[in-house]
T-cell receptor, first 115, second 111 residues
């Protein structure tokens, strides 16, 4: 199935370090979302972006909607052990006034934080 | 408010059997989508329903079907199960054109 290119594939960092990951697509999206997933659980929504160029923060997380509408970035500042998990980007295109929408997910970034 | 709920949590089936998975959306959400997540990959879109109408279908065989009920809950049915159908099945709900919220998933194992 279709997946977006997400990098890096994995990151192993020390507690307190900052983290950056990105997601690219060959298609244009009108919404970008970032999710975090713990093993065996459903993805949890972290940030949603709706406009090209938009920069949005949620606590220590900051995400940006790329100007071309084909990419997005997520930054985590001052990482802590509970940041461990898999981070997924997802692009969404809404049609029919929003009645039709589906998410295309990235390949995921595994984040490990050493105390 | 309660989040998206799914049942059952885990399920073990034999090849060739049929399975029905259930999802209740967040109150006020009229859109329900189903995704399949194979181990090590991101979720793949299967179906979307809005106001009880199918609004989108992913690249899955006809063995997969779904429906949405008047209370906006949804069922996903998979017939003639294959080993490759083993996965985490996720349900997500949303308001019209807003962000999607996921349930905890149903882990299906086909033996």
């Amino acid at each position: 199935g279709q997946q977006l290119n997400q990098s890096p594939q994995s990151m192993f960092i020390q507690e307190g370090e900052d983290v950056s990951m990105n997601c690219t697509s060959s298609s244009i999206f009108n919404t970008w979302l970032w999710y975090k997933q713990d093993p065996g659980e459903g993805p949890v929504l972290l940030i949603a972006l709706y406009k090209a160029g938009e920069l949005t923060s949620n606590g220590r997380l900051t995400a940006q909607f790329g100007i071309t509408r084909k990419d997005s970035f997520l930054n985590i500042s001052a990482s802590i052990p509970s940041d461990v998990g898999i981070y997924f980007c997802a692009g969404q295109t809404s049609l029919d006034g929003g009645a039709t929408n589906k998410l295309i997910f990235g390949t995921g970034t595994l984040l490990a934080v050493q105390p | 408010d309660a989040g998206v709920t799914q049942s059952p949590t885990h399920l073990i089936k034999t090849r060739g059997q049929q399975v029905t998975l259930r999802c209740s959306p967040i109150s006020g959400h009229k859109s329900v989508s189903w995704y399949q997540q194979v181990l090590g990959q991101g979720p793949q879109f299967i179906f979307q329903y809005y106001e009880k109408e199918e609004r989108g279908r992913g690249n899955f065989p006809d063995r997969f079907s779904a429906r949405q009920f008047p209370n906006y809950s949804s069922e996903l049915n998979v017939n003639a199960l294959l080993l490759g159908d083993s996965a985490l099945y996720l349900c997500a709900s949303s308001r019209r054109s807003y962000e999607q919220y996921f349930g905890p998933g149903t882990r299906l194992t086909v033996t």
